[in-house]
């Protein structure tokens, strides 16, 4: 069962921008902080964005100032706005739950990939 889809990602130039969309379940979405968390080859995944669900943001310091998270409660999705964007954040984008105390993570879905080169 896919609950979690990720797409918007594709090949740019240093600069450039990208937004990133997830649509996710309800099961999922309802009530959760969501994140966006990247994977680049032979790095851990790392949390780079999230929104509460009253719309309360945060971010890694590598992106603040370039990206931005949001959602829409109504559909249910989630979206990561890029810009500025640099070769290190080449990686691959995942969109899920933060997950609170005693939670876990929903299924991964598959990402969708993000690569910034010149």
């Known amino acids: 069962q896919v609950q979690l889809v990720e797409s918007g990602g594709g090949l740019v130039q240093p600069g450039g921008s990208l937004r990133l969309s997830c649509a996710a379940s309800g099961i999922i979405f309802s009530g959760n902080a969501m994140g966006w968390y990247r994977q680049a080859p032979g790095k851990q995944r790392q949390l780079v964005a999230s929104?509460?669900?009253?719309?309360?943001?945060s971010y890694v310091d590598s992106v603040k100032g370039r990206f931005t998270i949001s959602r829409d409660n109504a559909k249910n999705t989630v979206s990561l706005q890029m810009n500025s964007l640099k070769p290190e954040d080449t990686a691959v984008y995942f969109c899920?739950?933060?997950?609170?105390?005693?939670?876990?993570?929903?299924?991964w879905g598959q990402g969708t990939q993000v690569t910034v080169s010149s």
């Open positions: 899920n739950r933060v997950p609170r105390s005693g939670q876990s993570f929903a299924s």
């Open positions: 929104i509460t669900s009253g719309g309360t943001t």
